[in-house]
């Protein structure tokens, strides 16, 4: 059975899978890069429903780390992440930016959409 740590990290990979999808789709759609748009959760909770909004250049920055997650405001665990605000985006009411420690990434770096992430 797998740890909660690793159940946590599956979750918040499907939903950023998810919205792997999502931004393909507003990409078909041409929606602007500067245009908020609806963006699911990316916590690790599985029963999460929430949405929040973002603009896809605020989305990429999130990605622009394959250990970054967006996420609603409180929705992040303590023990497995840490709040980011400036190194990736500025602070935002919308949305938080949460980094996955050291010791709980081998799990969402191997299920990225993106991996082998590339700049």
């Known amino acids: 059975m797998p740890s909660r740590e690793e159940r946590i990290a599956r979750n918040e990979t499907r ?18 890069r500067s245009q908020e748009t609806l963006f699911i959760c990316e916590c690790g909770d599985l029963s999460c429903t929430e949405i929040m909004r973002m603009t896809l250049a605020e989305y990429e920055a999130v ?43 081998e799990d969402t770096e191997a299920a990225d959409p993106r991996y082998p992430w590339e700049p």
């Open 15 to 32: 939903f950023r899978e998810a919205n792997e999808d999502l931004v393909h789709k507003w990409q078909d759609m041409a929606v602007a």
């Open 63 to 105: 990605r622009s780390d394959l250990n970054t997650f967006a996420l609603v405001p409180g929705h992040h665990d303590t023990d497995t992440e840490q709040i980011v605000t400036e190194e990736v985006v500025a602070k935002s009411d919308r949305f938080a930016v949460v980094k996955k420690r050291a010791d709980y990434r």
